[in-house]
């Protein structure tokens, strides 16, 4: 059994708790156990277009909260993940900048030395675990539901620093799905962002960026559209009767987690999965239970 | 102290101005040596087509010593920070992306009005080092949920609170 903390972010946490729920109740059933620790804060990705030193400190300071229990992270939020990747990327290029992050979090009595790990839930379940593990979990397969995956764009790009799927065609979370006996399938708008990162000044452009996704994934017919990113997550199915209205339609698609979906494959009941907390029209899916 | 408090304290905001400018130049050494103007970090980018943003032409601006235009312009505040630019550029020295981060930074430096719900979070990790507190969800069938009763364990945030500030709103002052 591996373990890991849980390095939970603000989103997630705060408001995403099916994400939470589902991760919760499917990692352990992989044998992999995982760990709260105390003292967390946000990765500073958010703050970004704010402040680029703040973002470095909060997630190098996260790391090193890990670094002290010696333990390597669980990061599902693809920003969370993105942030602390470019921190430990920084510190590891950058001597100077290392030595004064450092003087800075000595007065949490922490210090960043580099030793831990992070993953996030697309590599832990395709490389970390792998489909061969996950497909002896599997009692209620996915047979035939055609699958639109949405991966969101912090955890495909910037390759230079190093992210856990392909930038131009990302494919790990396909595999996954196969496994479970469901039936994903690409489509031209896959790798298309879904306008978060701009909701905090400008929502109406950000929910159209939503909506005019969620339409084409409408019209193509796909039964659910897959995720793994809280913030994206948030758009798709949290707010996706607004999006609908900013492309003027009437948009009904079925958003889940993929961690959702993993435990409705092993067979776990859905009010554990968090999937009552869905607002896009699940019930459609008619799996489960 | 408040945000606002924090970005009129002008003394300490020169010295962050300083550092970002080093930034800034660094990047426009960098772009005049390897941008050609393909724009082919704008056919793909995010931004373009719905909010008008066309990063080569912010690369250019850039690279003629621009900044205050930039700075003062709002179109620098409609990236989605997809890293398309960053990832396409053929030019693998040319990140469009890395520059609006730092004109944004340069913005708020410079003590302009930070946009939209930014100071908001700011202020909520300051003061629970999260952007914002638990919140209670409803279900499909209209009922309502805090964290506590989904029996979910209770929330990772900075312990000593008061240290975490000390550092941060240093930080915010000093160094953006
Ligand atoms: S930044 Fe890169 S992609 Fe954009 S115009 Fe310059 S060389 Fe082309
Ligand atoms: S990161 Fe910003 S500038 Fe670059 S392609 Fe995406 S939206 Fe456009």
New interface residues.
């Given amino acids: 059994m591996k373990k890991y903390a849980l390095y939970p972010g603000c989103v997630m946490p705060t408001e995403q708790y099916a994400y939470e729920l589902s991760i919760r109740e499917t990692f352990p059933l992989l044998d992999i156990e995982l760990v709260d620790l105390e003292g967390f804060s946000c990765c500073g990705e958010p703050m970004k277009s704010v402040n680029q030193l703040m973002t470095l400190y909060l997630s190098a300071r996260n790391l090193a909260i890990g670094e002290k229990q010696d333990i390597d992270l669980f990061v599902p939020c693809p920003m969370c993940h993105l942030a602390l990747s470019e921190c430990k990327h920084v510190m590891e290029n950058n001597v100077e900048m290392r030595d004064r992050v450092n003087g800075m979090l000595v007065s949490e009595d922490l210090q960043y030395k580099g030793s831990v790990d992070i993953v996030n839930t697309v590599d832990l379940l395709h490389d970390h675990i792998g489909v061969d593990q996950i497909e002896k979990h599997v009692r209620k397969p996915l047979d035939g539901l055609k699958i639109a995956t949405h991966y969101g764009c912090h955890l495909i790009r910037p390759s230079e620093i190093g992210r856990p799927v392909d930038s131009e065609n990302p494919q790990k979370m396909e595999t996954v799905l196969k496994i479970l006996g469901a039936e994903p399938l690409d489509y031209a708008e896959k790798l298309d962002c879904c306008g978060a990162p701009i909701l905090a000044n400008l929502p109406e452009s950000a929910l159209t960026k939503t909506g005019q996704k969620l339409q084409r994934v409408q019209e193509q017919g796909f039964d659910v559209f897959v995720d793994v990113c809280p913030w994206c997550h948030r758009m798709f199915d949290s707010k996706q009767v607004k999006a609908g209205e900013t492309v003027a339609s009437k948009l009904e698609v079925p958003v889940v987690y993929l961690t959702q979906l993993l435990g409705l494959a092993f067979g776990v009941k859905k009010e554990k999965l968090g999937l009552d907390l869905n607002l896009s029209p699940v019930d459609k899916l008619k799996i489960g239970d | 102290m408040s945000i606002v408090d924090l970005t009129s304290m002008g003394e300490s905001q020169a010295e962050l101005r300083e550092e970002i400018n080093d930034r800034l130049s660094r990047l426009q050494d960098e772009v005049s040596d390897y941008c050609f103007q393909c724009a082919k970090c704008t056919s793909g980018c995010?931004?373009h087509k719905?909010?008008e943003l066309e990063p080569h032409k912010v690369v250019a601006l850039l690279k003629r010593g621009l900044i205050d235009e930039l700075v003062n312009s709002d179109v620098i505040?409609?990236?989605?920070?997809?890293?398309?630019c960053?990832?396409r550029c053929p030019q693998?020295k040319v990140?469009p992306v890395d520059i609006l981060?730092?004109l944004?930074?340069m913005a708020?430096a410079s003590g302009k009005q930070?946009?939209?719900?930014?100071t908001g979070?700011?202020q909520s990790?300051l003061s629970i080092?999260?952007?914002?507190?638990?919140?209670s969800?409803?279900?499909?069938?209209n009922?309502t949920?805090k964290?506590e009763d989904?029996g979910?364990?209770a929330?990772?945030?900075?312990?000593?609170a008061a240290?975490?500030q000390?550092?941060?709103s240093k930080?915010?002052v000093e160094?953006?």
């Fill in positions: 995010e931004a719905l909010l505040w409609t990236c989605m920070s997809c890293f398309k960053r990832e693998k990140a981060f730092a944004k930074n708020v930070i946009p939209g719900k930014y979070m700011l990790i080092g999260l952007i914002q507190e638990t919140q969800v409803i279900t499909r069938d009922k949920n964290r989904l979910l364990p929330i990772s945030k900075p312990v000593d240290k975490f000390m550092v941060l930080l915010a160094k953006v």
